[in-house]
């Protein structure tokens, strides 16, 4: 059972940046594909990135292409989400999932794990 748990999120401005992280409970989360997942008030769990077990493939909603960076440290067992030019649409809780399947997905059925989440919110 791989437990996770986001932080990083908070309120900031437009145009500002965050940085999102996801610390896994145990090192065959390593092994593991992994995503970012937000939702909003309201709304339904959108895919942000992916990043394979080994981060040789990265995949983004076409929203933050070009804003925000998805990235993983195996031997720290850690997930980061590097988020610049916020915009107020951006608001949401953010989660971070884990997928016994090492390959990238942005699909929310093909993971196994979720974290409780960390909100972000964008002021204009």
């Known amino acids: 059972q791989v437990q996770l748990e986001e932080s990083g999120g908070g309120l900031v401005q437009a145009g500002e940046s965050l940085r999102l992280l996801c610390a896994a409970s145990e090192g065959t989360s390593s092994s593991y594909g992994m995503g970012w997942f937000r939702q909003a008030p309201g709304q339904e769990r959108e895919f942000v990135a992916t990043?394979?077990?080994?981060?040789?493939?990265?995949r983004y909603a076409d929203f933050v292409k070009g804003r925000f960076t998805i990235s993983r440290d195996n031997a720290e067992n850690t997930l980061s989400l590097q988020m610049n030019s916020l915009r107020p649409d951006d608001t949401g809780v953010y989660y971070c999932?884990?997928?016994?399947?090492?390959?990238?997905?942005?699909?929310?059925?093909?993971?196994?794990?979720w974290g409780l989440g960390t909100q972000v919110t964008v002021s204009s």
């Open positions: 990043i394979s077990w080994n981060g040789g493939i990265r």
């Open positions: 999932a884990a997928s016994r399947d090492g390959r990238a997905s942005s699909t929310t059925k093909y993971y196994d794990y």
